[in-house]
Nanobody
Framework: VQLVESGGGLVQPGGSLRLSCAAS????????MSWYRQAPGKEREFVAR????????DYADSVKGRFTISRDNAKKMVYLQMNKLKTEDTAVYYCRATFIGYNYWGQGTQVTVSS
């Protein structure tokens, strides 16, 4: 099982980034996919979730209206489009796959929002 995040980097406040997570080694279309983040000195927190079929999404209040989660089951990919980034969005962003009794995490990708 592998989840590999990419797309992180340094961006100015107000800018945009698109994170990607490539999945392999499990039945991707059966799993709900989520993004979490962890800022220095803070606990890991939920950012966004998408159902296995992509019809249902859910967001943390702090990112609602700015971030969009999506997935492509044919490519086994999940994405996080991040717009209007703020300095407080700075964190390591993790991809997570969940199914009944199963839970996988990626290694994370750093997002830094700074002028």
């Amino acid at each position: 099982v592998q989840l590999v995040e990419s797309g992180g980097g340094l961006v100015q406040p107000g800018g945009s980034l698109r994170l990607s997570c490539a999945a392999s080694g499990f039945t991707f279309s059966s799993y709900a996919m989520s993004w979490y983040r962890q800022a220095p000195g803070k606990e890991r927190e939920f950012v966004a979730r998408i159902s296995n079929g992509g019809a249902i999404t859910d967001y943390a209040d702090s990112v609602k209206g700015r971030f969009t989660i999506s997935r492509d089951n044919a490519k086994k990919m999940v994405y996080l489009q991040m717009n209007k980034l703020k300095t407080e969005d700075t964190a390591v962003y993790y991809c997570r796959a969940t199914f009944i009794g199963y839970n996988y995490w990626g290694q994370g990708t750093q997002v830094t929002v700074s002028s």
